[in-house]
């Protein structure tokens, strides 16, 4: 499955990626705010596109003027609540193309294929209290608000996690404003 947007091609990943992959995964600005170690070299993020990247409808995010894989973005396979048939979004943007409006870009593309195509009723996304960037991400896309939890992790002990849920009538709505 291939999803376009105006600056992007999202697409799945292939093994040719790892390159562009490791180019940003290594940024420490980058795997930390999400909950994953820097990759420690190639080798890593050929084995993170097996494992991790490799899940349906997860996407590498290709920037069109320089087509490179700059970032990820799509669904982690973890439903939550009891709206229906959900799932979590998650991403991560190279930091050489922060600022730019390409990530609220993309996961509103994959927002409106998980409502549209994947059948989802509720989309769920979450961030660390501190990582204003993906606050803001979220809010721009439209989420809601559900619930904070401490959870701990190799990075920290009781850190604290704020979840959001945009449920599929609020974003039909939202849309035909
Ligand atoms: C979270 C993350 C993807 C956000 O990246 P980002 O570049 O700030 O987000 P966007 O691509 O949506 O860009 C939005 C910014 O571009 C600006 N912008 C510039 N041109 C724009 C345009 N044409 N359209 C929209 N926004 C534009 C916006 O004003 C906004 O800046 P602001 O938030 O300071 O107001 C990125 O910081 C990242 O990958 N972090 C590390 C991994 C991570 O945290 N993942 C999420 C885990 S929960």
């Known amino acids: 499955m291939i999803l376009e947007t105006a600056r992007t091609l999202l697409r799945p990943f292939a093994d040719g990626d790892a390159s562009d992959l490791y180019a940003y995964a290594r940024d420490p600005r980058v795997g930390p705010a999400a909950g994953w170690k820097p990759h420690a070299n190639v080798e890593e993020s050929l084995r993170t596109i097996h ?8 996407f590498a995010i290709v920037d069109r003027e320089s087509g490179h894989v700059v970032g990820s973005v799509g669904f982690v396979g973890r439903p939550r609540g009891e709206e ?12 050489a193309y922060w600022g730019r409006g390409l990530m609220t870009e993309a996961a509103s593309r994959v927002l409106e294929y998980g409502f549209t195509v994947l059948g989802l009723q509720a989309i769920w996304c979450s961030h660390y209290a ?11 896309c439209g989420f809601s608000h559900a619930f904070d939890q401490r959870l701990s992790d190799e990075f920290a002990e009781d850190r604290l996690t704020r979840f959001y849920v945009l449920l599929r009538e609020d974003w039909k709505r939202r849309r035909s404003r």
């Open 84 to 95: 229906g048939l959900s799932d979590e979004l998650g991403y991560a943007l190279s930091p």
């Open 130 to 140: 501190e990582n204003d960037r993906s606050r803001r991400v979220i809010e721009r």
């Open 51 to 58: 494992t991790v990247f490799s899940a349906p409808n997860v």
